[in-house]
């Protein structure tokens, strides 16, 4: 358990590039503010106050998935940079202890994230509260921000693969505000469309958010809740095969350090 | 004569910097899908000029976002790669250079506007609605005015601050609300509306919001215009001031090489 605690401080103090405090109150409290605050008045400028309420959930929950995959992502892709993942090749450290290891720290950056968010948004756009069910809707984001996390896993190991992560991340970015729920409901989309967006994590979450945020009965709101962990689940299994395939490879074919342009 | 030529030099070497850059060219595309889900939004809206008013705002909106980030890290990456060694030693404004810079990447993203606009056509399929397409014309050229102010204001500021990564995550939002490129300001909270007051681009914008909904009068126009200049104008006064910090800081302290 030691080693797990150290390897989560040294991945997120040294490969989190954000941790400085221009970084850091710029993405978890400014950011998530700011684009909070946008999305209600622009539903209430484009729509009407429920339209408001909706997007504020739906943005604070997208703003846990920019700090989580960000971070995450470019930590892989900096361990690589910085050519320190190639110590924990040689060594014969738990790999999955490793891997678990690499989101730990990020996660409450998330929660923190929703709740200066969402805080925003309740002090400067008038939103009702009298119906909240307030566990399911704690659970929901709790579970939301970890099955996230996972998925941050899943993209990290292909931004370690690539190289790059800011390219990837963007695509994340751009695709999730499509498909998740977040300003295009899912009603919107065709049957099968729909079915593929709820194996995105966040969809499953957000459903069940605004359900207890309408006061759904927790009896209604479990079967989103129970979905969105088993597809966090999933995609942190695909992370660590992923992880686990990236090191035999580059073992086997000497590229971790080669040159992107060779 | 010599800062036109130090303008355009650096207006080419940003253009090939930006344009053989395969993170800048995919940059082009970033804006396309969160442009489809607004322009979903804005099909949904009760209100008409709503619709127009963010298939004019959402290209600017990604134009600003692009420019922002880019130019605003751009005296740094100078910094950091001690290229800005030459600049410092040249007699050549820094003001110079980073306006050629700001030139280049605004030229560069007009695409970006123009694929933007069309993701959000392909949802809509409705053209703007503006009352005056030559003023709307004109208030657009206001706006990319507005755009290389406030830029260019971020490039010192990004350095002042130590050039920290994640620092712009939040002002490139900021900076687009405060705009008004995806809804007229008097929507803010008083505060905010206020200080939105100081960005060029938002009087730009509200001059775009008359050219749709029709002119009340030739001089409300016209002076929403006279504000983006002056504000403009301001903007590039204070970027000015904080290059001269910037250099003093430099070169006291003798940062520039141990960066």
Redesign the interface.
């Known amino acids: 358990m030691y080693n797990y605690f150290i390897q989560a401080y040294s991945t997120y103090k040294g490969l989190f ?2 941790l ?8 978890v ?3 998530p503010m ?2 909070v ?2 999305y209600a ?7 009407n106050p429920d ?1 408001a309420r909706d997007y504020a959930l739906g943005v604070g929950v997208y703003s846990m998935m ?1 700090i989580l995959v960000g971070a995450i992502s470019q930590s892989y892709t900096y361990d690589r940079f910085q050519g320190t993942i190639a110590f924990l090749f040689i060594s014969p450290a738990n790999r999955m202890v490793n891997y678990l290891s690499r989101m730990l720290l990020h996660y409450p950056n998330a929660l923190i994230v929703f709740a200066f968010g969402f805080g925003t948004a309740c002090l ?1 756009v008038d939103i009702d509260f009298a119906l909240v069910n307030w566990w399911a809707f704690i659970i929901s984001i709790v579970i939301t921000a970890a099955s996230i996390a996972a998925f941050g896993q899943a993209i990290g190991v292909f931004a370690i693969a690539s190289r ?1 992560w ?2 990837t991340f ?1 695509l994340i ?3 999730f ?2 498909f998740t729920g ?3 409901p899912l009603s ?1 989309f065709p049957p099968a469309v729909r079915e593929i967006c709820k194996i995105l994590p966040m969809t499953n979450g957000l459903i069940a958010t605004k359900m207890a945020f309408a006061g759904g009965a927790f009896s209604n709101i479990w079967s989103p809740i129970l979905r969105e962990a088993l597809t966090g689940l999933v995609y942190l299994g695909l992370g660590y095969i992923g992880f686990r395939v990236f090191e035999k490879v580059v073992k086997r074919n000497g590229a971790l350090e080669e040159d992107l342009m060779n | 004569m010599n800062t036109i030529r130090a303008i355009m030099a650096a207006f080419i070497q940003q253009w090939k910097t930006t344009a053989t850059n395969i993170g800048s060219v995919s940059m082009l595309f970033e804006s396309v899908p969160l442009a489809m889900a607004l322009a979903w939004m804005a099909m949904k809206s009760p209100t008409p000029p709503v619709l127009t008013y963010l298939l004019v705002g959402v290209p600017l909106m990604a134009i600003c976002n692009g420019m922002v980030f880019r130019v605003g890290g751009s005296l740094n990456g100078e910094l950091s790669g001690h290229t800005l060694d030459f600049a410092l030693i040249s007699r050549t404004p820094l003001m110079a250079v980073l306006f050629g810079k700001s030139l280049a990447q605004l030229i560069f993203r007009l695409p970006m506007g123009v694929l933007t606009l069309a993701a959000m056509f392909i949802v809509t399929r409705h053209l703007p609605e503006v009352a005056s397409i030559p003023l709307l014309l004109v208030a657009i050229v206001f706006v990319c005015i507005g755009l290389i102010a406030i830029s260019l204001l971020f490039a010192p500021f990004m350095v002042l601050v130590g050039g920290k990564a994640g620092f712009f995550n939040a002002f490139m939002p900021l900076a687009v609300v405060l705009s008004g490129f995806m809804f007229p300001i008097d929507r803010l909270p008083v505060v905010l509306e206020e200080v939105a007051r100081m960005m060029p681009t938002s009087w730009a914008m509200a001059s775009i919001w008359q050219a749709i909904n029709g002119i009340d009068s030739a001089w409300s126009f016209i002076s929403t215009l006279l504000a983006c200049i002056l504000t403009s104008i301001f903007l590039l006064f204070v970027t000015y001031f904080m290059c001269r910090i910037v250099e003093k800081k430099l070169r006291i302290t003798g940062e520039l090489a141990t960066y």
């Open positions: 590039y954000w400085n405090w221009p970084g850091y109150i710029s993405n409290f400014l950011r700011v684009m605050l946008t008045l622009l539903g209430r400028f484009a729509l339209a920019f400067l790059n800011m390219n963007g970015l751009g695709a505000i499509v977040v300003i295009v919107a």
